[in-house]
């Protein structure tokens, strides 16, 4: 796994901390950014941060705490996965994490979209519009990190004037979403499972409501 930045790690793992309820070890985190030593590499799967977040409960003396929070993360998880078992009906989504080039995500965005219900396509990196157009996505989300839903509402009005965005699939059927991407789904903390809930009433509306709508993502259109 790669390296990631020091700010980031540090972010997570003032997440983790809070998460298992030590407040106060988390300000001190916050103003040591030596801790993100404890997390030397960006996480590449669900698992990997209950990993680290049971690694850096076991450092802290809490380890019976964090043991709880991921069975719980974990029953989330697995009631997505029930309730989509016999559920055939998975839409093409691709999610767009940059605007100025388009870049898409894979790794852990692409596990969520997969266990939320859909179906990820595109590659990790950059995006050519036209292998867009070639992938006909479904459903578009666009979660630009550090962006709110309003700063990226901002900064997406070129979309309409894109040669065939219009005939894209997703748009024609009013399925591409903002996403906030400065809480949700780039934070690689237990509230990634968070994300997980707002990615399956997004991609499977009919059978999921988490309450999300309206403050972590909107649709986006005319």
């Known amino acids: 796994m790669s390296n990631y930045s020091t700010?980031?790690?540090s972010r997570a793992v003032r997440d983790i901390l809070v998460a298992?309820?030590?407040?106060?070890?988390?300000?001190?985190?916050?103003?040591n950014a030596g801790i993100a030593e404890t997390l030397?590499?960006?996480?590449?799967?669900?698992?990997?941060?209950?990993?680290?977040?049971?690694h850096i409960a076991e450092n802290y003396g809490v380890t019976a705490r964090a043991e709880v929070l991921v069975e719980e993360l974990k029953e989330r998880t697995e009631i997505i996965r029930h309730k989509l078992k016999f559920v055939?009906?998975?839409?093409?989504?691709?999610?767009?994490?940059?605007?100025?080039?388009?870049?898409?995500n894979g790794g852990i965005i692409a596990e969520l979209i997969s266990i939320a219900g859909g179906k990820p396509v595109g590659r990790q990196g950059g995006l050519?519009?036209?292998v867009l157009e070639s992938l006909e996505p479904e459903v578009i989300l666009i979660a630009v990190p550090g962006n709110t839903v309003e700063m990226t509402v901002r900064e997406?009005?070129?979309?309409?004037?894109?040669d065939g965005w219009n005939d894209l699939p997703a748009v024609k059927n009013n399925r591409v979403y903002i996403l906030d991407g400065k809480k949700y789904i780039h934070l690689l903390s237990p509230a990634i499972i968070d994300s997980l809930e707002m990615l399956a009433e997004i991609?499977?509306?009919?059978?999921?409501?988490?309450?999300?709508?309206?403050e972590a993502w909107v649709k986006f259109g005319v």
């Open 128 to 130: 050519w519009y036209d």
């Open 88 to 104: 055939e009906d998975r839409p093409s989504v691709v999610c767009i994490t940059g605007l100025s080039p388009l870049e898409t």
């Open 156 to 162: 997406i009005n070129f979309l309409f004037g894109l």
């Open 40 to 54: 030397s590499s960006r996480p590449s799967s669900i698992d990997d941060i209950f990993g680290h977040v049971l």
């Open 7 to 9: 700010e980031s790690s």
């Open 203 to 214: 991609i499977q509306p009919k059978q999921f409501i988490f309450g999300f709508e309206g």
């Open 20 to 31: 298992l309820g030590l407040e106060e070890e988390a300000l001190a985190a916050a103003e």
